[in-house]
């Protein structure tokens, strides 16, 4: 099975990052492709710009979703809300596909240095993410980044358990 995993950021410290490449190696069984925004860097999206035709590298992002078999996002918050680089890649990428996300079965978690993980973004992804073809099966804010996670590891046993948890749900839902 293939996975394709990222970070919905495009710091090079995207504490989300982290996270990405903890829980993917969760999925040894798995090809896991691991996707930097970083590298889908894109003039930002208006309808003018729209009629001159959707770029390549949005074509290009959505091709990895289309190859995959799975998905596992991790959402960055930017004053409560989505990070410009990744909106800018979904606007772009959903004009092309409507079904951006195209039904895969989705693994989506949010972290932040606050208490709250990036719940705020994550319930607004939770809101819209399936008009877009979004077959979310589970979802956990990881909350106090820099408290909970050392050296690509999360530190937190009560969180690791948690995070476990839905990792194994999710990969039960693959079957």
């Known amino acids: 099975m293939k996975i394709v995993a ?16 903890a829980v993917s190696k969760q ?10 925004l970083n590298d889908f860097e894109m003039p930002i999206y208006s309808q003018d710009r729209n009629e001159a035709g959707i770029p390549q590298l949005a074509l290009d992002f959505n091709k990895h979703i289309q190859e995959s078999d799975a998905l596992i996002i991790s959402l960055a918050e930017h004053n409560g809300s989505f ?15 409507m079904k951006f996300f195209q039904e895969k079965p989705m693994l989506l978690l949010s972290t932040s240095p606050g208490a709250r993980g990036g719940q705020t973004v994550m319930e607004s992804a939770k809101g819209v993410f399936p ?12 909350p106090n ?7 690509g590891e999360i530190v937190n046993d009560t ?16 079957s």
Do not use: C, M
């Open 131 to 142: 008009y877009f073809g979004a077959n979310i099966k589970n979802t956990f804010s990881f």
């Open 6 to 21: 990222f970070a919905a950021s495009n710091s090079s410290k995207s504490i989300n990052l982290e996270l990405i490449k």
């Open 83 to 97: 990070s410009t680089a990744f909106k800018n890649i979904f606007d772009w990428g959903s004009r092309a596909e």
């Open 145 to 151: 980044f820099y408290d909970n996670f050392k050296d």
């Open 159 to 174: 969180l690791k358990q948690q995070v476990d948890e839905v990792i194994a749900d999710f990969k039960s839902n693959l």
């Open 27 to 36: 999925f040894g069984e798995h090809e896991v492709e691991i996707l930097n």
